[in-house]
């Protein structure tokens, strides 16, 4: 292993001292290097930079393993004597060459050798004298990217031993660092006028701030981060995720992250960054090169436009609500003036009364009574889940019965609109702990709806599955389905399928919300399937669970009582006001 200065003619190679990894071959390093380098072994090349090659018009393939004679074609004189120096006199200096495209060039070639292990390395150093000011230009490009690279980057080589090169131009190096410090200077204050704040860092803690970054996070001079770590500056909600995409950037080959930060000024103020990360080498190790932006007045926007769309879509739905009620108050109102008004006219002013008409106004006058009483039960209840003082009277019950005889106390009604009911299950008792009350509810309510948007010569199925744990009730009709659009908002307080004056149904939206709030509270779970124009089916999955304080029977008392029927048929006559034959 050998290092130190390898002096040229005219100084053009020195300062060969980093370390170079022979056996890894990776040459990257060699590519920053603004000149073209040939490396040759045993008469053989066995290294070409980028520059090389884009100086020849050439890939790795057309230069590794000739002779750096045959490759540039030089002259026959110009093949080695017993003298290496003496050969490389012939070689050094200016030489008119042929690239791959037969284009003809002017290159100045300096050479140095170096003896390792009995193995001998000439470097070759070309410079292309036809585009000289165009390659100083893009040398001192390169330089203001890789300032740190050219104060002593460490190069991989070629073979077994280890070998460290870093070759300049020394005839240019006074000029080069000239302009090399003046394009820091210029950096330094493009980087404290940028918007954006500019930090390195190492995952831990800061090596560099800019004057913006420190302005940023409430700090009078860049000195007071530097040295600082960023768990001290990053809000602790966030350490996670800067944690992690400080590994991506360095232990998991990620070039580029991205994300939003919770920073914590020097005032101990909670401010919100963007920050934008790449992997940066710098001061001969890899580090991180972030920049970050003041989204504070972004985020406040952004919640107080999302706080305006919430009050706008509130706003709208109070208008539906009122709109809704309006129109469910008035419709009955107007039913009730109306039959009034023919009773009257049914009675003659002798007395004389038209019995049949009578009831037939009656009849009517009832129903919207109900539909007038489901509205206000159901606003009520509504009201009475959202604060917390609607209760459930849980009983053990056999579910089975209860559905199905809800089921048949529907039937003569839905059969009159000339729709068919199939009740199925299987299995024939099934007891567990629950409101009888709110379960026929519910039940109730999802027929309503089956028979409201069911056309006549469609088609009603109630069935019960037993699942041990769970029973799953299931209510499906062929009716006219509900949108896709509407499926995830269906459950939701004061939704319409059918919002526009002239639907055919009448409703509130209320209904399905209160469904829901009822399955809930019996901790069930309650989901709707639906294709548009074909069929809806709500499905309504409850724990079976039964109550351990009952009679010997298992069953509550209350549930064989034959005076409940009435109480059954005012429900369904309820729940079902707001469909007219």
């Not at 003041?294 to 109070?318: F, G, M, P």
Request: net charge negative; charged share 30%; hydrophobic share 35%.
């Amino acid at each position: 292993m050998c290092g130190g200065a390898i002096i040229g003619d005219d100084e053009l190679i020195s300062d060969i001292g980093n370390i170079v990894d022979i056996d890894n071959k990776n040459y990257e390093y060699f590519n920053f290097l603004p000149y073209a380098i040939l490396v040759q072994r045993g008469g053989k090349i066995v290294f070409a930079n980028d520059e090389l090659r884009k100086l020849l018009h050439c890939s790795d393939e057309s230069v590794l393993g000739k002779s750096i004679v045959s490759l540039l074609q030089l002259k026959s004189d110009a093949i080695f004597s017993d003298s290496i120096n003496e050969s490389f006199k012939v070689i050094e200096g200016e030489h008119k060459i042929k690239d791959f495209q037969s284009n003809i060039i002017d290159v100045d070639i300096k050479c140095n050798i170096k003896q390792l292990n009995n193995c001998w390395y000439e470097f070759f150093v070309l410079r292309d004298t036809t585009i000289k000011k165009k390659k100083y230009t893009d040398a001192i490009k390169k330089a203001e990217k890789y300032t740190d690279i050219l104060e002593g980057l460490p190069i991989v080589g070629m073979g077994k031993e280890r070998v460290g090169i870093t070759i300049r131009d020394a005839s240019e190096r006074g000029e080069l660092q000239e302009k090399l410090f003046e394009s820091k200077e210029l950096y330094k204050k493009l980087i404290d006028i940028l918007p954006d704040g500019v930090s390195i860092h190492d995952g831990i803690t800061y090596s560099f701030v800019s004057d913006s970054y420190a302005r940023m996070l409430g700090y009078d001079n860049t000195k007071e981060l530097v040295g600082k770590r960023l768990d001290e500056v990053v809000s602790k909600e966030n350490h996670e995720l800067i944690k992690r995409q400080v590994e991506n950037l360095l232990y998991k080959d990620k070039m580029f992250q991205r994300a939003e930060y919770k920073f914590i000024t020097k005032q101990n103020i909670y401010k919100d960054f963007e920050s934008t990360s790449i992997r940066f080498w710098y001061n001969n190790k890899l580090n991180i090169l972030s920049s970050i932006r003041d989204i504070t007045d972004k985020k406040r926007i952004e919640e107080s436009r999302l706080l305006l769309e919430r009050a706008i879509e509130y706003d709208k739905l109070k208008t539906e609500f009122f709109s809704n009620m309006s129109h469910e108050l008035r419709t009955p109102l107007n039913i009730l003036l109306s039959s009034l008004q023919l009773i009257n006219m049914n009675t003659d002013t002798k007395g004389n009364i038209n019995l049949s008409s009578i009831r037939k106004y009656t009849g009517i006058m009832k129903q919207n009574c109900y539909r007038l009483l489901r509205l206000i039960n159901n606003l009520l209840d509504i009201t009475k889940i959202d604060s917390g003082f609607y209760t459930l009277n849980i009983c053990n019950h056999d579910i089975v019965r209860i559905v199905e005889d809800i089921t048949l106390s529907v039937a003569e009604y839905v059969k009159e609109k000339g729709i068919e009911i199939i009740f199925d299950t299987d299995i024939e008792e099934k007891v567990l702990g629950f409101d009888a009350d709110k379960i026929e509810r519910v039940i109730l309510n999802l027929l309503s709806n089956a028979v409201k948007f069911t056309k006549s010569g469609g088609k009603i199925d109630v069935s019960i599955q037993d699942l041990a744990d769970y029973i799953y009730i299931t209510v499906r009709d062929t009716g006219s389905g509900i949108p896709k659009n509407k499926l995830n908002s269906i459950f939701d307080r004061f939704i319409q399928v059918d919002k526009s004056l002239s639907r055919r149904s009448e409703g509130t939206g209320i209904g399905l919300a209160l469904v829901k709030s009822l399955v809930d509270m019996h901790r069930g779970s309650i989901t709707v399937e639906s294709e548009y124009g074909e069929y809806t089916q709500f499905n309504i999955i409850l724990p079976a669970k039964v109550l351990a304080d009952e009679d010997e029977s298992g069953i509550c008392n209350t549930e064989i009582n034959n005076d409940l029927d009435d109480k059954k048929v005012e429900r369904m006559s309820i729940e079902f006001s707001d469909i007219y034959l």
